[in-house]
């Protein structure tokens, strides 16, 4: 059996992140660029491969961290972006439903169907409001190659063909209080993230939410794993397919409002998030919640 080099491994994953960034542009000189660091192995890497990627371009970094409030899950995660932040001397903003939004997501995800519904809207409008304030040009996120393919297939499997302007590398600037987003490890597979942070003995969050299997989400990464083990390739034939169809455009609403109530961009008179806490604070009052 042939050896496996460690370094080689670290060079190919690096160097493959650093030719995305560099041929779509996704980082421009002098520009702040936060990320959103759970401390899962993928924004944990996000996270590394931009700070070596200081050393090639002058830019900035900060990184934002969100507790949804998951009890025996979270603390972890938090942990470990709180290591990484620290051993690469990057700033670590830390933020919380709780502290922003007056809630837990276990306080509240039983409102509906999937507790990634409002927990996926809430992580959102925390961090691109906090980006926002920091002065930040883009958020980079965690989202890989099996993660951009899931949520091709969701939308696909939806009807929801809108969602396909939310696909590629990089969102363009859509309206002046909604920070763009760009994904480092677009085309990097999830299974070598992994390698790369047990190869390295990195501090990453292992465990999954104990949401996560009551997603459509969960059931197509698992439709998709059974398939890639039984006919290997799969997974790039679809990404090849999708990057050969679609083409990256903003497919969003010609105008951006305002919302009436918070002031965040959104397409209706009130933003998804500020819908939902009016649901769950009618819930609560037919409850009979505790203050």
């Known amino acids: 059996m042939a050896k496996f080099d460690k370094d080689e491994f670290n060079q190919m994953i690096f160097s493959r992140i650093n030719n995305l960034i560099s041929e779509h542009e996704l980082i421009r000189e002098g520009e702040l660029i936060a990320v959103a660091l759970s401390g899962g192995k993928d924004s944990v890497l996000t996270l590394h491969a931009l700070k070596r990627y200081q050393d090639i371009l002058d830019f900035d970094l900060v990184a934002i961290s969100v507790d949804e409030?998951?009890?025996g899950y979270r603390s972890h995660g938090i942990d470990a972006a709180v290591q990484n932040a620290s051993d690469l001397?990057?700033?670590l903003i830390q933020k919380s439903f709780l502290e922003d939004e007056g809630f837990a997501l276990d306080d509240i995800y039983?409102?509906?169907?999937?507790?990634?519904?409002?927990?996926?809207?809430?992580?959102?409008?925390?961090?691109?409001?906090?980006?926002?304030?920091?002065?930040?040009?883009?958020?980079?996120?965690?989202?890989?190659?099996?993660?951009?393919?899931?949520?091709?297939?969701?939308?696909?499997?939806?009807?929801?063909?809108?969602?396909?302007?939310?696909?590629?590398?990089?969102?363009?600037?859509?309206?002046?209080?909604?920070?763009?987003?760009?994904?480092?490890?677009?085309?990097?597979?999830?299974?070598?993230?992994?390698?790369?942070?047990?190869?390295?003995?990195?501090n990453i969050h292992l465990d999954e939410c104990p949401y996560s299997h009551l997603s459509l989400r969960a059931k197509i990464k698992e439709f998709?794993?059974?398939?890639?083990?039984?006919?290997?390739?799969?997974?790039?034939?679809?990404?090849?397919?999708?990057?050969?169809?679609?083409?990256?455009?903003?497919d969003i609403p010609a105008h951006l409002n305002e919302c009436e109530i918070c002031g965040e961009p959104t397409s209706s008179a009130v933003c998804k998030a500020c819908e939902i806490k009016d649901l769950v604070s009618q819930n609560c009052e037919s409850h009979v919640c505790d203050e």
């Open 224 to 250: 998709l794993n059974v398939n890639e083990d039984a006919y290997p390739g799969i997974k790039n034939n679809i990404m090849e397919s999708f990057k050969k169809i679609l083409v990256f455009e903003n």
């Open 69 to 71: 409030g998951i009890k």
């Open 110 to 202: 039983t409102n509906f169907k999937s507790a990634c519904i409002p927990c996926g809207v809430f992580r959102r409008n925390i961090l691109n409001k906090t980006a926002y304030e920091l002065g930040a040009s883009k958020i980079a996120t965690g989202h890989n190659l099996d993660d951009e393919i899931q949520s091709f297939l969701m939308s696909f499997a939806r009807g929801d063909t809108i969602k396909f302007s939310k696909f590629g590398p990089e969102l363009d600037v859509i309206h002046p209080k909604l920070v763009p987003r760009i994904k480092p490890l677009w085309n990097t597979p999830e299974k070598e993230v992994g390698m790369w942070a047990v190869l390295n003995d990195i």
């Open 89 to 91: 001397g990057i700033e």
